[in-house]
């Protein structure tokens, strides 16, 4: 019984992790990647449909596989991400021009998350 209760809840947090990181692909401030990767952990523990479904996505199953074997990103998609951060942000600072202290945080926010993804491992290919 207990794990059939650790199964369902696994498989339901990780579809709550996949729909965090569909909405942080529009959001800026939701980071989509690390979502997704949670999503994979726990598909990976309950799921093997759901983890190989993740695994095989037209847009996430590549750098995720990646990242499942070897902790690493490719530098390409490491300068998408950051160059998406900067994007997204930077719109969200212009829509908010009147808000100053509201801007001062987006900065802050967009500086911790440039910090997070320059410092992943780069894969060598």
């Not at 750098?63 to 998408?80: C, D, F, G, H, M």
């Amino acid at each position: 019984m207990r794990t059939k209760i650790k199964h369902t809840l696994l498989i339901c947090l990780g579809w709550f992790f996949v729909l965090l990181g569909a909405v942080g692909a529009v959001l800026p401030l939701l980071p989509t990647t690390p979502f997704l990767i949670l999503a994979l952990a726990c598909f990976a523990e309950s799921s093997p449909r759901f983890h190989r479904m993740l695994l095989e996505n037209k847009w996430f199953g590549p750098p995720l596989a990646q990242w499942e074997n070897s902790k690493t990103i490719r530098r390409k998609v490491k300068y998408k991400v950051m160059m998406l951060i900067i994007t997204t942000f930077s719109i969200s600072i212009f829509v908010l021009s009147d808000r100053v202290n509201l801007q001062i945080m987006l900065v802050c926010f967009c500086l911790i998350l440039l910090t997070f993804v320059w410092r992943l491992k780069e894969s060598n290919g």
